[in-house]
């Protein structure tokens, strides 16, 4: 078939149309009320107002990075890592590379040339304990204790610092209010806990002053790290729990605090005693509060960091969450960010990098998690059955604000929203690359974002590239999303079995606000909207190059609403679409205002496995009602304007169109409706440069696009 399709048979109104040419150029009714001075002088259509269109972005603001960062230039927006280039290095023992900084260093103090740690207190009390001294010493530097066993814990008052020499220790410390206990260094003092049922390394008796654990290392211990509980509190500087049971830190109940700064907690274990336990790295429930700076959560098993109850808070600053496993007895888990039932956790400077099944799950009523100039990426599915490798998610109620995030390379979903009361709102945010889950499950296709069961998101200077199946996806009754100023672009289909690609989609009585868009270089359809109930309502957007999906080269369609959903739109550009450029089908209402359509190409089929129905119509009102007020249609392989019916459905359509021009199609109008009012296309409206005007030739219409669901 040629790119035309050639007319059979021509209405007697070509007259009528040719003499509703009157050339009027009336003056633009938009926003700046200016007369268009484009390539159709007085054509009275605005165009989208999008400030930033020219540079192809919109201003989002990743950097200037936060100090000690690296600037990447690698995608369209500068984004930043916070390791330098190749990544954090492998340090040696009693060292890590925390973010922001150049490269290994102590964790905590260096090592003293001495026993001892050359930062010990002048004033107060200190208690010193030797691996190596003899039996029966009595604390003081020239005779310390032997163990951690012989220190008389109970009897130390506030303000006593228990100065805890190179070696390896058995043992525990209960540490009562306001007592000190400082190692060595990291590498050189070791304590192992004990075998007794004991249910901490570090623990604390009584409120009051902070009790305080600086410079060593709490390795292969047969239970937690440290608890804090009962209003009790507790600082850690310079401390790395490696390879200990159950948890490396809880912080538990109201008026509980911990703080942290400098520590690692690494390859946490399910106690032995229990495996169906995850190997948490830190877990803050019932109120407890904790601050960590230059926090480490490395390969734990099930969980980075845990939060639970209501008035749990977590502050972090410069904290990495890397390679949190799944669970050892079953492979499930594996969450950076794990926040529920009314926890908060606020976080700057993140790292959430190769989880397992989510980077951060933020789930319940209060619950709240914010990001902050953070970094998701890099989430896989879980291994024992290929299910998640989410980026962020909020779902029964909980609440994320992120603000100035990088969301890249995760699997399933970039960010998702669920469930009614759940809230969202982005600012600054690039949520890029992501793939499917690794099951071919239903579900976790690789869309950007997803929102489902009545939640709600906003989101301002967004850039949504190169994800699976469907950039933005809006679903299900009450599920409501405002976005201004932003990309939906490159998205791609599904690998087998190629299908889809689209930009942006709403479905299922879910609403959409959006303006100041850019929805390009996408498969299959830019925009959709399908169902009754949906409702989108769009100002200043732009689709274009929209390319047909792989599977079966059709597609490419840059807009189209189906199934009762209503579309509100004004100032759209809509460019280089194949098959057809707005579509409005069975049941749908479109009521469009300084609308531009240029550019629609038949079906990549046409010439192979297509030829009969290839398609080809710059707007369609099929089973629909369709309303074009100041537009703009041109260049269309077939027909400008299309009304007619789509088969199996009842309905025809509705296409009313004024003040305008069609130009360059092969043929202007296809009418495809008996008796059709021809003055409802013929209002201050110019046909013109095309084969035809007019023609009622039965055509073949487009189909209805498939949804995609949840």
């Known amino acids: 078939m040629s790119h035309r399709i050639r007319s059979w048979f021509v209405v007697g109104m070509l007259a009528t149309l040719a003499g509703c040419a009157d050339d009027v150029a009336p003056v633009d009714g938009g926003p700046d009320g200016s007369v268009d001075g484009g ?48 990544g954090p290095e492998a340090c040696a023992e009693g060292e890590a590379h925390f973010p922001g900084e150049p490269g290994c260093r102590p964790i905590g103090d260096p090592c003293p040339a001495g026993d001892y740690a050359t930062t ?12 190596d001294a003899a039996a029966g010493g009595d604390g003081t530097v020239a005779a310390p204790f032997a163990g951690l066993s012989q220190v008389p814990w109970v009897s130390l008052g506030a303000s006593t610092t228990v100065a ?37 390394v570090v623990s604390v008796t009584g409120a009051g ?93 099930g969980l980075g960091i845990s939060a639970a109850g209501e008035g749990s808070a977590l502050t972090l600053l410069d904290t990495v969450v890397r390679e949190t496993r799944p669970r050892d007895s079953d492979g499930i888990a594996g969450r950076g960010i794990n926040a529920e039932a009314g926890a908060r956790v606020d976080a700057t400077r993140m790292l959430l990098v190769g989880n397992r099944l989510a980077g951060a799950i933020c789930s319940g009523v209060g619950t709240t998690v914010t990001l902050t100039d953070s970094v998701v990426r890099d989430t896989d599915s879980r291994a024992r059955d290929g299910i998640g490798g989410g980026g962020v998610s909020a779902e029964l109620g909980g609440t994320i604000s992120l603000t100035r995030l990088l969301i890249a390379s995760n699997r399933a979903v970039g960010v998702f929203v669920s469930n009614e009361g759940t809230e969202a709102v982005l600012t600054d945010v690039v949520i890029r690359d992501t793939e499917p889950q690794r099951s071919r499950a239903p579900g976790g296709r690789g869309r950007g974002i ?48 190629g299908q889809f690609g689209r930009g942006l989609g709403v479905e299922n009585d879910g609403r959409l606000d959006a303006s100041r868009l850019l929805i390009a270089d996408n498969h299959e359809l830019g925009f959709f909207a399908s169902s009754p109930g949906t409702v989108v309502n769009l100002s200043d957007v732009v689709i274009r190059d929209t390319r047909s999906q792989l599977n079966d080269l059709r597609g490419g369609r840059g807009f189209e609403v189906q199934e009762g959903a209503r579309v509100d739109g004004m100032r759209l550009e809509i460019e280089r679409s194949v098959e057809a450029g707005v579509l409005a089908l069975t049941g749908a209402s479109v009521a469009l205002t300084d609308a531009s359509i240029v550019g629609v190409a038949v079906a990549d089929c046409a010439s192979t496995t297509c030829p009969t129905d290839p398609y080809g119509h710059a707007v369609g009102a099929l089973g629909a009602a369709l309303s074009l007020r100041r537009f703009r249609i041109s260049d269309a392989a077939v027909c400008g304007a299309m009304v007619g019916r789509v088969e199996e459905f009842a309905e025809d359509g509705s296409l009313d169109l004024e003040a305008g021009v069609v130009s360059e199609a092969e043929i202007g109008a296809c009418v495809q409706v008996d008796g059709y009012d021809l003055e409802r296309l013929t209002g201050d409206v110019e046909f013109r440069e095309n084969a035809t005007n007019l023609d009622s030739t039965t055509l073949p219409v487009p189909n209805v696009s498939a949804t995609v669901g949840l």
């Open 450 to 497: 997803q929102l489902q069961y009545g939640a709600h998101l906003e989101a301002t200077r967004l850039v949504i590239s190169n994800n699976t199946e469907s950039g933005i996806f809006v679903g299900s009754e009450g599920s409501t999303m405002s976005v201004t100023d932003a990309v939906i672009q490159r998205t791609l289909p599904l690998g087998l079995p």
């Open 39 to 86: 390539g159709d002088a007085g054509l009275p259509v605005t165009p989208p107002d999008i400030p930033w269109l020219s540079d192809g972005l919109p201003p989002v603001m990743l950097a200037p990075c936060p100090e000690g960062w690296r600037e990447v230039t690698g995608g369209e927006v500068t984004e930043c890592d916070p390791y330098p280039e190749g």
């Open 164 to 200: 805890v020499g190179k070696g390896t220790y058995p043992g525990t410390l209960p540490l009562r209010v306001g007592v000190s206990v400082v190692g060595a260094c990291v590498e050189e003092t070791i304590l192992t806990g004990i075998a007794a049922p004991v249910q901490s």
């Open 209 to 301: 002053e902070p009790a305080e654990v600086q410079n060593l290392t709490i390795r292969g211990a047969s239970q937690r790290g440290a608890l804090a509980r009962r209003g009790q509190r507790l600082s850690l500087r310079g401390v790395l729990f490696d390879r200990v049971q159950g948890v490396g830190i809880v912080v538990a109940d109201a008026s509980t605090e911990v703080s942290l700064t400098d520590v690692v907690i690494r390859d946490t274990e399910a106690v032995a005693s229990s495996p169906s336990e995850f190997g948490i790295g830190i877990h803050v429930q019932d109120g407890g509060q904790l601050q960590a700076t230059r926090f480490l959560v490395l390969r734990n098993g």
């Open 120 to 131: 010990l207190p002048t004033t107060g009390r200190v208690v010193y304990v030797k691996a």
